[in-house]
């Protein structure tokens, strides 16, 4: 019956248009929880059955006696506007007529400053009281009902709250603030205070790869046959910003590309494909240095040719890196140290993609600079451009009916890549003897040494690493 | 002479069973490079995983989209992510395949996040300090 009159109330609500309501009976808690996630706040108060005045339960405050330690219960912020009224039932547990029992009714403002009472009720006896009077003002304020007194014993008891002209406006995943104190300039929906982008409402946060840690893609670049497993042939270093509106929709991804090393004979290029974002989904691509001509782009910048997103950092590593020698670049232990610039891509969406599609990454290296020569990481599909011809040759394993790609008969990878960092061995050392942990991860199928590319005590052989 | 008969039947039946040290799948405790790994068809090499946050609702909560943040146990922020109190959901994002707790906060609730296999569950609840109940 108590929930048939809510509901009869709140459809006249509806059909007469008149202003919202907020109301609380307290009965779908087995505690107060989940209220306080809804940024309701009880002070010596809980939400029980025991000696509740309706339905299946109530509010039942401590032991009330004490004139200073008022046993509360504090609406979320609410907008009162005009004409709002204050409905609601109480009653104290134990009542006896020597003892001092008081319940009032305070609004607390946006800086925590309790009015003066709005509603004050004495006790005479243990028998359910309503309360409904009228609030008198406007604004953003919690409604907090307080017990009191002394002597005795005695709890305090609310149910059927109705505050008639009021909406909830307090916002659980800021720290319960009121909506009011959290302006929202650009009107996403996302408080400035939280909003990375608060004059864009097209933007509101920022996510990046790895955690914001740089992560890297290691190749060996003999595909298709197999190589020396020192993993530096070409090691890139990678960070992606995803920038996503109020909607969780990434809408622009900023990309960087360090080359950290070129532990190869031939001058390759490096691409990434975004495989759960279709090509059409993108408006435009920036930032790719191209200078050999066997890259071509569409419109948007990403590459012709393509079903999904693909942008090609750069076609040829020379034009990224700045050697001082040698044949190889960052390879060698005792070498003097080149450096890269940095490739900064920048991907606009047309069509928002979630994070995890955006963040399905499948990196592969172009060899030698034929377009059709991909290597890619192990069961990671080729672009629409490569050339399948070579699948099954050499010590290539790949079979494309059954979705296994670029892995040898022995199920052995021509590219890994990790979630930071990745400290990559000399030239020709096998990254059996760098990582230490690295042989029991691979044959546990992951199962070991899940942190083996992490610096811990015996992970790491200092003398094999660059 | 009947039971040396059994003895040896049972070590060439045992033998017989035993895998191949040397054919894929059987592990090589002894690797001194990368040829001599013994690794399942099954294994991808990848050192993520896409992990699923399952968001359970709170009863009677407000629809008002909020901002809920995912960190790993160093610190790093891996989603950003608005939801509401108010339904059931869930999120995905890739994590290194070594995270095996999240740290999740939404509003005044931080809770830590076991992460079983791909799986991890967030309900919203604070936990709260009940010592002012008598």
């Not at chain 1, 405050?61 to 004139?67: C, I, P, R, V």
């Not at chain 1, 409904?132 to 017990?147: D, E, L």
């Not at chain 1, 990745?422 to 942190?451: L, M, N, R």
Request: charged share 20%.
């Amino acid at each position: 019956m108590k929930k048939i009159s809510y509901i009869t109330a709140l459809l006249a609500l509806t059909l007469t248009g008149a202003k919202a309501q907020f109301s609380e009976n307290f009965d779908a808690y087995n505690n107060r929880n989940p209220l306080v996630a809804n940024c309701w706040e009880f002070w010596g108060t809980d939400v029980k059955s025991n000696d509740k005045i309706n339905g299946a339960k109530s509010t039942r405050s401590g032991q009330a006696t004490s004139m200073t330690n008022k046993k509360q219960v504090r609406t979320p912020y609410l907008d009162i506007q005009a004409g709002a009224t204050v409905t609601f039932t109480h009653k104290i547990s134990r009542y006896r007529s020597q003892d001092t029992r008081i319940l009032d009714v305070v609004l607390v403002d946006t800086d925590g400053n309790e009015s003066s009472p709005i509603y004050t009720h004495t006790y005479s006896s243990g028998s359910v009281v309503t309360a409904s009077f009228n609030v008198g003002t406007t604004g953003i304020y919690r409604v907090a009902m307080q017990h009191y007194g002394s002597g005795g014993q005695g709890r305090g008891h609310i149910d059927d709250l109705v505050i008639t002209n009021a909406t909830y406006a307090s916002d659980p995943g800021n720290n319960c603030l009121p909506v009011v104190s959290n302006p929202d300039a650009d009107n996403d929906g996302v408080a400035d205070n939280q909003d990375e982008y608060p004059n864009d409402p097209a933007r509101a946060f920022n996510t990046f790869s790895n955690g914001g840690t740089y992560g890297t893609v290691a190749f060996e670049d003999l595909w298709p046959s197999q190589g020396d497993y020192d993993f530096n042939d070409l090691i890139v270093d990678y960070r992606l910003q995803y920038i996503s509106n109020a909607s969780n929709e990434v809408v622009e991804i900023k990309a960087k590309y360090y080359v950290r090393a070129v532990g190869a004979g031939v001058i390759n290029g490096f691409g990434m494909e975004f495989p759960s974002i279709p090509v059409a989904s993108v408006s435009n691509v920036s930032g790719g240095v191209l200078s050999d001509n066997y890259i071509s782009l569409s419109g948007n910048g990403a590459e012709a040719g393509q079903t999904n997103l693909v942008v090609i950092p750069f076609d040829n590593v020379e034009g990224v890196i700045n050697r001082v020698g040698g044949a190889f670049y960052n390879t060698e232990a005792g070498t003097q140290e080149g450096i890269s610039d940095t490739v900064n891509m920048t991907i606009s969406l047309s069509t928002g993609a979630t994070l995890a599609e955006a963040s399905d990454l499948n990196p592969f290296l172009i060899k030698d600079r034929v377009r059709g020569q991909e290597i890619h990481l192990a069961d990671h599909a080729p672009t629409d451009l490569a050339n399948t011809a070579l699948f099954g040759t050499m010590d290539d394993d790949s079979n494309i009916g059954s979705g296994r790609y670029y892995k040898t008969e022995n199920n052995f990878p021509w590219a890994i890549m990790l979630p930071q960092k990745f400290e990559y061995p000399t030239e020709k050392t096998d990254i059996v003897t760098a990582h230490t942990k690295f042989a029991s991860w691979a044959q546990s199928v992951g199962a070991s040494f899940a942190d083996w590319y992490t610096d811990q005590t015996g992970y790491r052989t200092p003398s094999n690493l660059y | 002479m009947k039971k040396i008969f059994l003895a040896l039947a049972l070590g060439f039946a045992v033998a017989s069973c035993q895998k191949d040290a040397s054919g894929p799948g059987a592990v090589n405790n002894n690797v001194e490079n990368f040829t001599q790994l013994k690794v399942a068809d099954s294994f991808d090499w990848s050192t993520t995983k896409k992990i699923t946050l399952n968001l359970e609702k709170v009863v009677n909560a407000t629809n008002r989209p909020s901002l809920l943040t995912v960190k790993d146990t160093e610190g790093h922020t891996l989603i950003k992510q608005m939801v509401r109190m108010d339904q059931d959901g869930s999120i995905d994002f890739v994590a290194p395949s070594k995270t095996k707790t999240l740290e999740v906060t939404y509003g005044i609730t931080t809770k830590e996040v076991s992460v079983t296999g791909t799986q991890g569950t967030f309900d919203f609840l604070p936990v709260l300090d009940d010592s002012d109940l008598d």
